[in-house]
C-alpha cells in the first residue's frame, strides 16, 4: 500500500527525475525570459507607482517631475542591463555576483554580496505577492479584505510550481508573462494614438481631484523629494542579477543566450516603464499616498485604484472586461515575478552551501532536479515578511532595493579589477580594445548603482531600509559561524599521517530485559563477534523480576556471565552509563560494544504502544568516547505483512524510509526493561 505523504508529494512536485535527465531541463530564450525576467518586467506595475506615491508629498506641480526621475531610472536600468551583459560572458558558472565579489574582491565582500542577495530574493517574493494582491483588490474588494491569507496561499501554489522542477514552472509562467507584456503595451499603445493620432481627450477618474501636498518641501526638500523618488523608482531595476545567476539553466550557448535575454528584458522593462509613467502624465493621473488626506474632491468612500488600473479604466474608456484583463494580467505578473527569486535563491543557496557558508542540504538537487530545500527555505522565510507586514505593499517596498544595490556595486566593482588583471597580461589588440570597452561598461555601472546605493540608503534607511541592512548583517555572521563550523569539524576528521593505533582490547556487554528470543539472538551475535570480555547486564528494578531473569539465565545455561546493577532510585539509563564508564576506565585503549536487542514491529500504530527508553539510552552513549553501539533485529510476525518490494521500489527512485524497529516491550507485570525504544 502506497504511503499518503507519498501520494500527496507525486500530485504535488510529480515523478522523479533521474540525474542524467538534467540537461533536458534547460531553457530556451522564449522560456528563460520568463522565469528569470519576470521580476523586473513586472516592477513596472509597482516602480512608476512608487515615484508618483513619493511625489505626491510636494503635491500635484510635483508630478511635472515624474518622466524626468522615471528617465534616471531608465538610464540606470540600461547601464546595468548592459554591465550584465559582460558578467554573465565573463563568469557563466551560475555564481553570478557572488562569484564576481568572491574571486576580485576576496571572500569576504562575495559574502557580503551573497547575504545581500539572500535577503532581496525573499523580499522580491513578499514584495511581488503583496503588490499583486493589490492590485487584484483593486477590482475584488474580497481579496482586499482578505489579503494576508491569500498572499500566503501564492507564495504555497508557486512553491509547489516550482518544486516540480525549472522547465515545468518555465512553461507554466511563459503564458501569463507574455499575456502581460502584450496587454500593457497594447494599452499604451493604444492609449497614445487616442490622444496622439486621434487627439481624444483620455482622463484618469483621478484627474479632476485637487492633490494636497502633505508638506511644504521648497529648495533643498524639494530635491531630496526627487531623490526620495528616484530611489522609490530604481524598485524596476530589481531582478536584473538573477539572469547572472542563472546563466547554468540555459541552453547552449550559455553566455549569449543569457546576454540576450538581457538585451531583450532591457527593450521590454524600458519600454513598459517609460510608457506608463508619460501615459500617467497624459491621462492627469493622481496616486496620493494618502488618499483620505490628500485628495480634494473625491467622493466619500472613494478607494483608490493602482495606477496600471486606472489607466485601463481611461485608455479603454471604462469597459470592464478590458479593466478586469488588465488588473488580472498585472496581478498574475506580480505573482509571477517571485519565481525570479525561485530560482535565483536556490541557485545561490547551492553555490554558497557548496562553500560551506550554508547548510549542505541547500547544495543538492530534489527529486525533480530542482533544489527543493531552497526553494522551501524560500518560502518559508517571505511568508514570515508577509505575515509580519500585513501584506502590505508600501511596507515592504521600503526594505527593498538596498540589497540588490549593494550586490550591483561591488559585483561591478569586481569586474572592474577582473578586466585589469586581464589586460595586464593580454597582448593581442583587437582583445585588447575589447576589454578596454567592457571596462568601461563595468566602470560606468559602479560609479552608477554606488551613487544610488548611497541615495537608497540615505533616502530610505530610517523608512525600513535598516530592517535590510540588520538581516544582511545576522546572515553574513551566520554564515561566517557554519563556515568556521564545517572547518572545525573537517579538521578534528582529517586523519592523522602516524598509522592508526588499534584498540588494546574490546569489552562486549548485552543488556538484557528478559530471557526470549532476541536476548538469545544478541548473545549470540555477540560471542560470534568473539571480543576479550563477554559480559550480559539487567537493571535491578524489581526484585521479583530480577531474580526470575536469573534463574532462567541458569537454567538455559547460558554461556555468559550474567550481572545484575542495582537502582534504588528504579532508573535504568544512568546505571547502565555508569557501568560502561567503569569498564572502559580501566584502560583508555580499550573499548566497550554494546548489544541491544530490538524487534521490528510491521504496523506504525505499534510504535505507540513502547516508550523511548532505549533510545535516550542510545542517545546517551553517543557521546561516550570509545563506545560502540550495536542493534540487533528481530522481525515480528506482523513485519510479514510488509511489502518489502515497494520499498525496493522506492530506493531505486530516490531516499526511502526504512521500517520503524523497537526494542522489545515491557511485560505487563510492570518490569521495565533497558533495552525498550
Not at 521580476?39 to 510635483?62: F, H, K, Q, W
Not at 547601464?79 to 557572488?98: I, K
Not at 539472538?521 to 531474580?547: G, I, K
Not at 536487542?597 to 568516547?625: D, I
Request: charged share 15%; net charge positive; proline share 5%.
Amino acid at each position: 500500500m502506497v504511503r499518503p505523504t507519498a501520494v500527496l508529494k507525486r500530485l504535488l512536485v510529480g515523478r522523479p527525475v533521474r540525474s542524467d535527465r538534467l540537461h533536458h531541463t534547460l531553457l530556451p530564450k522564449r522560456i528563460a525570459l520568463p522565469v528569470f525576467a519576470s521580476d523586473p518586467m513586472s516592477s513596472v506595475a509597482y516602480a512608476p507607482a512608487e515615484i508618483l506615491l513619493t511625489l505626491s508629498i510636494g503635491g500635484l506641480a510635483a508630478y511635472a517631475y515624474a518622466p524626468w526621475v522615471a528617465l534616471v531610472v531608465v538610464l540606470v536600468l540600461l547601464t546595468v542591463v548592459a554591465s550584465y551583459r559582460q558578467n554573465v560572458r565573463a563568469y557563466p558558472s551560475g555564481g553570478g555576483d557572488y562569484e564576481v565579489a568572491t574571486v576580485n574582491l576576496g571572500g569576504r565582500f562575495g559574502l557580503v554580496v551573497g547575504s545581500a542577495l539572500l535577503v532581496d530574493y525573499v523580499l522580491t517574493v513578499a514584495v511581488s505577492v503583496a503588490s499583486g494582491i493589490n492590485n487584484l483588490g483593486s477590482a475584488i474588494p474580497f481579496v482586499a479584505e482578505h489579503r494576508v491569507g491569500l498572499a500566503v496561499a501564492v507564495v504555497v501554489v508557486l512553491t509547489a510550481i516550482n518544486l516540480r522542477g525549472v522547465r515545468e514552472s518555465g512553461a507554466a509562467f511563459a503564458v501569463p508573462t507574455y499575456l502581460f507584456i502584450t496587454v500593457i503595451v497594447g494599452m499604451i499603445i493604444w492609449g497614445f494614438v487616442r490622444i496622439v493620432v486621434l487627439g481624444e481627450t483620455v482622463r484618469a477618474e483621478s484627474a479632476g481631484f485637487e492633490l494636497r501636498a502633505e508638506h511644504s518641501v521648497l529648495g533643498f526638500a524639494f530635491v531630496f523629494l526627487l531623490v526620495r523618488a528616484f530611489s522609490s523608482g530604481c524598485a524596476a531595476l530589481t531582478g536584473v542579477e538573477a539572469i547572472a545567476n542563472g546563466v547554468p539553466a540555459f541552453k547552449p550557448p550559455k553566455s549569449q543566450n543569457a546576454a540576450a535575454t538581457l538585451l531583450i528584458l532591457g527593450v521590454i522593462a524600458v519600454t513598459m516603464f517609460m510608457g506608463i509613467i508619460l501615459l500617467a502624465n497624459r491621462t492627469g493621473l493622481i496616486y496620493a499616498e494618502d488618499p483620505a488626506a490628500q485628495l480634494v474632491g473625491a467622493p466619500a468612500g472613494y478607494e483608490q485604484k493602482t495606477v496600471t488600473a486606472q489607466l485601463a479604466d481611461a485608455v479603454f474608456s471604462g469597459n470592464t472586461v478590458a479593466l478586469v484583463l488588465v488588473t488580472a494580467a498585472t496581478a498574475l505578473i506580480l505573482f509571477l515575478a517571485a519565481n525570479t527569486a525561485y530560482n535565483g535563491f536556490p541557485v545561490l543557496g547551492s553555490i554558497l552551501a557548496q562553500d560551506r557558508y550554508l547548510p549542505r542540504q541547500l547544495h543538492t538537487r530534489g527529486d525533480r532536479l530542482a533544489f527543493s530545500n531552497g526553494i522551501v527555505f524560500l518560502a518559508v522565510f517571505a511568508t514570515v515578511l508577509i505575515v509580519g507586514f500585513r501584506a502590505s505593499e508600501t511596507r515592504l517596498i521600503q526594505l527593498y532595493i538596498v540589497g540588490v544595490f549593494v550586490s550591483f556595486t561591488l559585483s561591478q566593482t569586481g569586474m572592474l579589477r577582473h578586466w585589469n588583471r586581464l589586460l595586464r597580461r593580454e597582448r593581442n589588440l583587437e582583445n585588447r580594445r575589447r576589454m578596454y570597452r567592457a571596462r568601461a561598461i563595468n566602470g560606468f555601472g559602479a560609479f552608477m548603482t554606488g551613487s544610488v546605493l548611497i541615495l537608497v540608503l540615505a533616502t530610505k534607511f530610517t523608512h525600513g531600509a535598516w530592517i535590510s541592512i540588520a538581516a544582511m548583517a545576522v546572515i553574513y555572521l551566520i554564515m561566517i559561524g557554519i563556515r568556521r563550523h564545517y572547518t572545525t569539524v573537517g579538521r578534528e576528521l582529517e586523519p592523522a599521517e602516524e598509522r592508526q593505533v588499534l584498540p588494546a582490547r574490546n569489552h562486549a556487554v548485552v543488556l538484557v530485559s528478559k530471557v526470549h528470543l532476541p536476548t538469545l539472538r544478541a548473545v549470540a551475535y555477540a560471542r560470534v563477534t568473539r571480543p576479550d570480555t563477554l559480559t550480559a547486564v539487567t537493571v535491578n528494578v524489581d526484585d521479583n523480576d530480577t531474580r526470575t531473569i536469573q534463574q532462567e539465565w541458569e537454567r538455559r545455561e547460558v554461556p555468559v556471565p550474567l550481572t545484575v546493577i542495582e537502582s534504588p532510585y528504579r532508573e535504568i539509563t544512568g546505571p547502565i552509563i555508569d557501568y560502561v564508564k567503569s569498564v572502559r576506565r580501566l584502560s583508555p585503549r580499550d573499548v566497550v560494544t554494546v548489544f541491544i536487542p530490538e524487534y521490528v514491529v510491521g504496523h506504525w500504530w505499534e510504535n505507540l504502544l513502547h516508550n523511548q527508553s532505549a533510545l535516550r539510552l542510545k542517545g546517551r552513549l553517543l557521546f561516550e568516547p570509545g563506545v560502540m553501539v550495536t542493534s540487533v533485529p528481530w522481525q515480528l510476525a506482523s513485519t510479514t505483512a510488509k511489502d518489502l518490494s515497494r520499498f525496493d521500489r522506492d530506493l531505486a527512485r530516490g531516499p526511502a524510509r526504512g521500517p520503524r524497529i523497537q526494542v522489545h516491550e515491557p511485560e505487563p507485570d510492570g518490569h521495565q526493561p533497558p533495552t525498550e525504544q
